[in-house]
């Protein structure tokens, strides 16, 4: 359940090393070679942004970014670009083929995260379709995600990174129910062993925090199945 980011790139040896910084950010990444690739790719996977490498040698950038943007299943996506030195020329051309933002690289890899967590936050909609200016919303739950904050009817709750992970999973789609499984791959590094019940013991806290300042958002138990947050009532 990691933001997936479309890299198009050449350079096997960039999309490497930014695959690998926004694996360790808690991003997963897929590569294309161009345009054709990128939409060949969007068909099957539900990308949440796009990064172009723009080189001065290669097909620039924007004619990339312009192809992307006329689809209807990749044009709502934000895509950046990074423009190596030498094709500086090409930032009018991004900007008119729609390009969302743009930086000349060497670029500060917390600089590129901070910018993909932004913009995902500002773009990405729950399956409840609530969006307030970067905060997801449901009932009277609601949490934005660049800030990692949380409020319950217009107070802050306070959780540890793990529950805030577990629960901007479950507001992205309330009412449907979550395995264990799924909340271990979206909350816990991908290199420690977690247990089940350590999972009941994290939706535990979260509830306490819940019932306090938000006592009409429910996570509910399913059996033999997970957890869920409850949809508000219309």
Not at 31 to 48: I, V, Y
Not at 109 to 121: G, Q, S
Not at 134 to 162: F, T
């Amino acid at each position: 359940m990691k933001p997936l980011v479309l890299i198009c790139s050449h350079d096997t040896e960039f999309y490497l090393f930014l695959s690998h910084i926004l694996e360790v950010d808690g991003f997963a990444s897929e590569p294309a070679g161009g345009a054709k690739e990128a939409l060949a790719l969007a068909d099957e996977r539900e990308f949440k942004a796009v990064v172009l490498d723009c080189g001065p040698a290669r097909i620039t950038g924007s004619a990339i970014c312009a192809r992307l943007k006329r689809e209807p299943r990749t044009g709502g996506l934000p895509i950046i670009a990074l423009i190596a030195p030498g094709a500086e020329n090409q930032h009018l051309d991004l900007l008119k083929a729609g390009i969302d933002e743009s930086f000349v690289r060497p670029i500060a890899p917390a600089k590129l995260l901070d910018c993909l967590r932004a913009r995902l936050a500002l773009t990405k909609r729950g399956a409840n379709g609530l969006e307030n200016g970067g905060w997801l919303s449901c009932g009277g739950l609601e949490i934005k995600l660049d800030a990692h904050r949380v409020r319950g009817n217009g107070h802050d709750i306070h959780l540890g990174p793990i529950e805030f992970n577990v629960l901007r999973l479950m507001i992205e789609a309330p009412g449907k129910v979550f395995s264990r499984d799924e909340l271990i791959g979206a909350a816990w590094p991908s290199n420690i062993h977690v247990g089940p019940r350590t999972v009941d013991v994290h939706i535990s806290r979260i509830r306490k925090a819940l019932k306090t300042a938000s006592p009409g958002s429910v996570i509910r138990t399913v059996r033999s199945a997970g957890y869920s947050l409850e949809k508000p009532d219309d």
